[in-house]
C-alpha cells in the first residue's frame, strides 16, 4: 500500500509541478482566441463550460484502457506502478496536453493535420490512413467489450444476445455521431464521467480500509506472470491508457473546438490524463490484491489467470455494495461506449478535413459515416464468433494504438525543434524514442515474432537509438 501513496502523491504533484512547467514552455496565451470562437458552426465548434469539457475529455480518453488494461498489466507486479505515474506524467500528459494544444493553435485540426505540418505531406498521408483505421479498431473494441458485459449482467451468453446488445450501441453511435456535440455528449458524458470517478474514488476508500498486503515496488520489479510475455515490452503496451495511448490525441482536438481560453488546456488536457492516470492506479493496485495477496484466497478464482471483467464484477459486487456497483458496473459500460461514439466523431471529422467537406449539412455528415459503421459492423462480425475475439482486436489496437502516439511525439519534438531554443525538444524526444523501441520491440519480437524474445530489448533499445540519430541528422539539415 505503501507504493500505492507514494504513486498517488507522484501524480497530483506531476500534476503542478511537471504540468505547469509544460504549459509554460508551450506558453499558453489566454488573449489569444480559440477556435470554438473563431469558428463557431453549432455542430463541432462550440464553445462549453471548461467542467464539461475537462469532463467529456476525460471521458473521451478513458474507456476500458484505464481499468482492463490496468488489470492486466498487474498481473505483471508492481512494474505496473511505476509505468502508470512514470508514464502518465512524462509522456501521457505531455502527448495529450501537447497534441491538443498544438491542434488549438492550428484552428483546431486533427491529428493527420498536426502530423503533416510538422513531419511533412508524406507523413501526413501514411498517418491519415492508419490514424483512420485506429479510429475504427477502437469501435470495434469499445462496442465488443460494452456488448459482452450487458449480455453477462442479461444472463445470456449467446451470440444472439451479444448482437443485440451490439446493436443497440450502434444505434446509439450513430445518434452520437451525428447529432451537433452539445445535444447529447455534451449532455450525458458529464453523468457517465461523475460515475467513473465515483467507482475510483469508492474503490481508493475500501484499499484504504482493508489495507491490504499486496506487493510493494522494493519486493523487486521482475516479471510476475508468464514468461511469454516479457515485461519489455509487453506491459507497455498493455497498461497503454492509464500510461500513454495515441488515441487520445485524436480526442483532443474534439475538445480544442470547445475551449474557450487557451488557459484552460492544462486541467483539460494534462489534467484528465492525469485523472485517469489515478483510476489505473486504483485499478491496478485493487488488482494486485486479488491477484497476489489475501483477495486470491478470498475470491475462489485462479488468479492471476482471472479475466479483466471477472475482477470488475468481483470487485463492484463486493465492495461497493448495490447502488455502488450499479455505478461501477454503468461506468466499466459507459466508459468505453462513450470513447467508441467520440472516436467514431473523430474519424468522421478527419476524413471530412482531409476532402474539405463541409460537415454542417447533416448529409454530409451521413456521407462519411455509413461506410464507417459498416466497416466497424463487419469488424465485428468476422470476431464474434472467434472465442478469442475480443482479444484478437485488442492486441492489434493496443500496439496501433502506441505506434500512433509514437508519430504524435516525434511530430511534438519536430515542432519544439521549430518554435522552441534550448533543450525544450528533450520533453517529447525521451518519451518518443521509449516508445519506438517499445513498439518497434512488440511488433518484431512478440506480434511477428522475427526476432527471438530474448533479445526483444536490445532489439529496442536499438530502435530507439535510430531515432534519436535520424532526428538530429534531421535537424541538422534543417538548420
Given amino acids: 500500500m505503501v507504493s500505492f501513496i507514494l504513486g ?3 501524480l497530483v504533484l506531476g500534476y503542478f509541478i511537471y504540468g505547469r512547467f509544460v504549459d509554460r514552455v508551450f506558453g499558453s496565451d489566454a488573449s489569444r482566441p480559440t477556435p470554438a470562437v473563431t469558428k463557431a458552426d453549432g455542430v463541432d465548434f462550440i464553445a462549453l463550460p471548461t467542467w464539461k469539457v475537462f469532463m467529456i475529455q476525460f471521458l473521451n480518453i478513458a474507456g476500458t484502457g484505464p481499468i482492463f488494461g490496468a488489470i492486466m498489466g498487474a498481473k505483471f507486479g508492481p512494474s505496473s506502478y511505476l509505468w502508470i505515474v512514470l508514464g502518465c506524467i512524462f509522456a501521457g500528459a505531455v ?13 483546431g485540426a486533427g491529428l493527420p493535420e498536426i502530423i503533416g505540418k510538422y513531419l511533412g505531406k508524406g507523413t501526413k498521408s501514411v498517418m491519415l490512413g492508419f490514424t483512420v483505421l485506429l479510429l475504427l479498431l477502437v469501435g470495434a473494441v469499445f462496442v465488443y467489450s460494452p456488448a459482452e458485459i450487458l449480455k453477462t449482467l442479461a444472463g445470456d451468453g449467446s451470440n444472439s444476445s451479444f448482437m443485440i446488445w451490439a446493436g443497440v450501441i450502434f444505434v446509439y453511435y450513430i445518434i452520437a455521431t ?3 456535440i452539445d445535444k447529447i455528449i455534451g449532455k450525458i458524458y458529464p453523468v457517465f464521467a461523475i460515475a467513473l470517478l465515483f467507482m475510483a474514488a469508492g474503490l481508493m476508500v475500501g ?8 506487493p510493494e515496488i522494493w519486493d523487486g520489479l521482475g516479471n510476475r506472470t508468464s514468461p511469454a510475455t516479457p515485461i519489455f515490452p509487453c506491459l507497455f503496451i498493455t497498461i497503454a491508457c ?6 487520445h490525441a485524436t480526442q483532443s482536438p474534439l475538445m480544442a473546438r470547445c475551449l474557450k481560453n487557451e488557459k484552460l488546456g492544462r486541467p483539460v488536457f494534462y489534467g484528465s490524463m492525469i485523472t485517469e492516470g489515478l483510476v489505473a492506479l486504483v485499478w491496478a493496485a485493487v488488482s494486485s490484491y486479488f491477484f497476489y495477496a489475501d483477495g486470491y484466497a478470498d475470491s475462489g478464482l485462479a488468479a492471476p489467470q482471472a479475466s479483466a471483467p471477472q475482477i470488475v464484477e468481483l470487485v463492484s459486487r463486493n465492495w461497493l455494495g448495490v447502488i455502488g456497483g450499479i455505478l461501477a458496473i454503468l461506468g466499466v459500460v459507459a466508459a468505453p461506449i462513450t470513447s ?12 471530412s478535413d482531409a476532402l474539405h467537406f463541409d460537415q454542417k449539412p447533416i448529409r454530409n455528415r451521413l456521407f462519411i459515416s455509413i461506410p464507417l459503421f459498416v466497416i466497424v459492423a463487419l469488424l465485428l462480425w468476422f470476431n464474434i ?11 492489434y489496437f493496443g500496439w496501433a494504438n502506441q505506434t500512433l502516439a509514437v508519430f504524435t511525439l516525434w511530430a511534438i519534438t519536430a515542432y519544439f525543434t521549430k518554435e522552441k531554443r534550448g533543450l525544450y525538444f528533450l520533453i517529447t524526444l525521451i518519451p518518443a524514442a521509449f516508445m519506438t523501441a517499445v513498439c518497434s520491440s512488440y511488433l518484431f519480437c512478440v506480434k511477428i515474432p522475427l526476432i527471438p524474445a530474448a533479445y526483444a530489448t536490445w532489439f529496442g533499445l536499438a530502435a530507439g537509438l535510430l531515432g534519436v540519430l535520424l532526428y538530429f541528422i534531421l535537424r541538422r539539415r534543417a538548420k
Fill in 8 to 10: 498517488i502523491i507522484a
Fill in 95 to 107: 502527448h495529450d496536453y501537447l497534441s491538443g494544444m498544438l491542434s488549438l493553435r492550428s484552428g
Fill in 178 to 180: 451525428m447529432l451537433p
Fill in 207 to 214: 484499499l484504504f480500509a482493508k489495507w491490504p498486503s499486496i
Fill in 242 to 247: 492509464g500510461a500513454i495511448s495515441g488515441f
Fill in 340 to 351: 467508441g461514439d467520440t472516436a467514431l466523431r473523430s474519424t468522421r471529422l478527419i476524413i
Fill in 385 to 395: 464468433s472467434d472465442k478469442n475475439g475480443f482479444e484478437n482486436i485488442w492486441g
